[in-house]
């Protein structure tokens, strides 16, 4: 029994038996899986007890072929850098479109580009590879950045959450890493919702939520004016013009009254400063359903403003760096500033999104006005 090295089912439980396999930690995942008709054989590490399995199957000899690993990026770099100097390398990178934006620690500066050439091959959909310069500069955090390798080309296409976003690099802060975020809070958002988004970049909120609800209107408001271009553009992108939403609306509004959908959907994008325009907001009589408020730092500075459109049941996101320790003061804060204005709040949620440094993490405060 201990010469057999496989176990033969039919193609039928072939799923079934490979992930009781994996959970099992029996699969042997050094081999190739083979096919022989209408069964498969698994490449398995030792033999077990058949009886704990509610289906037809044996264990089996099979010459298994051996799976090609293929070195990994930080393999591939481990080999050009001195030994010494490999705490120093950082694998993680960040990918707008077809870019990719590495750190390099100073050390490792005389090995950049071939860093940079290695990271290209080990990834079919890079095209480009920049460097991040110095840290996050001015009222609009904007990044530098230094061409390393691939095609000069700082126009990022980025896809995600079924939402296109261009947008050149140099122009305005976004962060890739938070998609998962984005999405998360259109999940949230209900029908007929009507969200607010303040400093919202190129739109990456914005069009989720568009395209990923049933929000019914969608203001949006950003002050550095080459990211208004940019939202103005990914608006077009992603075909959330006002005629073109009028026109699918029609297209589906038996569908979309079945649901009590209050359409069609309206999406506005506002550039100026918050200060300024939410005001304004206020003298057309809109309170808005969802404030989402993703400017970590200092989105508390503009609590007060925001609260100028909230009413009871108005849900907030508002984000922030911090130790966790602080956690509780924040919180603090917040329902502080907000008893100011007249309203309490329920704190509903905290989501830990990201980190800033290994001890300062990016949070989300999801808190509710009652």
């Not at 083979?34 to 069964?39: A, L, P």
């Not at 799976?67 to 050009?80: A, F, S």
């Not at 909230?310 to 508002?318: I, N, P, V, Y």
Request: with cysteine; glycine share 4%; net charge positive.
């Amino acid at each position: 029994m201990n010469d057999y090295n496989g176990i033969k089912t039919k193609l039928l439980h072939a799923n079934y038996l490979k992930d009781y396999l994996k959970n099992k930690n029996l699969l042997n995942l050094k081999y190739l899986s083979e096919k022989e008709n209408n069964s498969i054989i698994f490449p398995i590490i030792k033999n077990f007890n058949l009886n704990n399995l509610d289906f037809d199957c044996s264990f089996v000899k099979c010459n298994f072929k051996a799976k090609i690993m293929k070195k990994t990026y930080k393999d591939l770099v481990l080999q050009i850098i001195p030994s010494e100097l490999s705490f120093k390398f950082n694998k993680a990178y960040d990918i707008f479109g077809n870019i990719a934006i590495v750190e390099i620690e100073s050390e490792l500066i005389p090995y950049e580009t071939e860093i940079a050439k290695i990271l290209i091959e080990s990834n079919d959909k890079i095209k480009s590879v920049y460097k991040k310069s110095g840290a996050f500069e001015g009222e609009f955090r904007i990044q530098n950045y230094i061409y390393l390798a691939g095609i000069e080309n700082e126009l990022a296409e980025h896809c995600e959450n079924n939402v296109k976003l261009n947008f050149n690099i140099g122009d305005l802060y976004f962060s890739s890493r938070l998609s998962n975020e984005r999405k998360r809070i259109a999940n949230l958002v209900k029908l007929n919702e009507s969200v607010l988004i303040m400093f919202s970049g190129c739109g990456p909120y914005t069009y989720t939520i568009a395209k990923n609800s049933f929000a019914n209107k969608i203001i949006s408001i950003e002050k550095n004016p080459k990211a208004c271009y940019w939202a103005n553009i990914n608006l077009d992108k992603n075909k959330l013009s006002s005629d073109f939403i009028k026109e699918k609306y029609l297209k589906k509004k038996e569908h979309f009254d079945k649901i009590k959908f209050k359409g069609p959907l309206h999406v506005e994008n506002h550039c100026g400063d918050v200060r300024e325009i939410i005001p304004l907001l206020k003298k057309e009589h809109d309170y808005f359903d969802r404030i989402i408020m993703p400017l970590p730092h200092i989105a508390n500075n503009f609590l007060d403003i925001a609260l100028l459109v909230a009413k009871k049941g108005t849900m907030f996101h508002l984000y922030d760096f911090m130790d966790l320790s602080e956690l509780e003061n924040i919180k603090l804060k917040i329902k502080k500033e907000c008893k100011i204005h007249g309203f309490d709040i329920e704190i509903k949620n905290i989501e830990i999104c990201g980190e800033f440094s290994p001890n300062i993490k990016r949070i989300c405060i999801d808190f509710l006005i009652i």
